[in-house]
């Protein structure tokens, strides 16, 4: 599929962009210089311009050149050699995804979304908002007739903040093309998101990990997982987890995001 002309970057991982380029391109700049010159020669002896009018000037433009522009180049020469890069550029995830292997770069449509647990998590401050307005209104709510019955008390709240301080999570995106066909996800870094992540887009990127049918992925980050052993987080992922909004369960693929654009 054909990369849109001006592409608009929800997220755009500049860092690995220069370090796939400079691979692809064998070296990489950042700028051009392009030179113009004003005013005409004037003939001498017949055999071409030996000098310049009076007034005539020579100016040098210095172009440096965008992230948006940098990513066009390297996606063009992907695409011009895909076998030597690795690079697929698929219309149905479902088809292609047996023949996917870890460290393929991967292009193609998706549906995304940032999972509203991820959301909650991955933003701890505005949940610590939404309990401080609670306890604030708590006190006012049987002046204002309202009933509080089933929302958290005091200890329920404490608990809550407690928990999403110790689940601090990545900011994760899910990706599909249709429902029950396999999914893409991946963490994103925070610097790199441009604007809200959702809908339809395109997304670029490389597999780092390919998830069967029946097994499971976490889409948090949780405390202490580094300290298992590989074996134990084997099991972990063949382990059955149903439809929790906080795991992605396979056939599904975790991609190392380069792009997210539209």
């Known amino acids: ?7 608009r970057f929800l997220y755009l991982d500049e860092k690995s962009l220069n370090e796939y380029l400079s691979v692809v391109e064998e070296g990489i700049s ?14 001498s002896d017949g055999l071409g311009y030996a000098a310049r009018e009076a007034g005539s000037s020579e100016r040098e433009r210095v172009v440096r050149e965008t992230a948006s522009q940098r990513f066009i180049r390297l996606v063009s020469a992907l695409d011009a050699d895909a076998d030597r890069w690795n690079y697929r550029d698929i ?5 292609a995804f047996e023949q996917m292997r870890i460290t393929d770069f991967l292009h193609g449509q998706f549906e995304v979304e940032v999972p509203p647990i991820v959301q909650l998590m991955s933003q701890p401050d505005q949940m610590s908002d939404m309990l401080d307005l609670m306890e604030a209104f708590r006190p006012m709510a049987s002046l204002m007739g309202q009933d509080m019955t089933g929302m958290p008390g005091q200890e329920q709240t404490a608990a809550m903040r407690g928990f999403t301080k110790a689940m601090k999570s990545d900011v994760v995106i899910v990706g599909d093309q249709e429902d029950d066909e396999p999914k893409v996800t991946g963490k994103l870094t925070r610097e790199y998101i441009r604007d809200t992540i959702e809908g339809e887009v395109f997304i670029l990127g490389k597999i780092a990990k390919k998830w069967k049918e029946g097994e499971s992925h976490s889409l948090m980050a949780l405390p202490g997982a580094s300290l298992m052993s590989r074996e134990q987080r084997r099991q972990a992922a063949r382990k059955p987890q149903g439809s ?6 396979g056939p599904a693929l975790t991609l190392d995001i380069l792009a997210i654009y539209r």
């Open 30 to 43: 950042d700028e051009s210089r392009h030179r113009t010159q004003n005013g005409a020669g004037v003939p």
């Open 244 to 249: 929790d909004a906080g795991t992605v369960t």
């Open 91 to 95: 219309n149905s995830l479902q088809d």
């Open 1 to 7: 599929m054909p990369i849109p002309t001006l592409p």
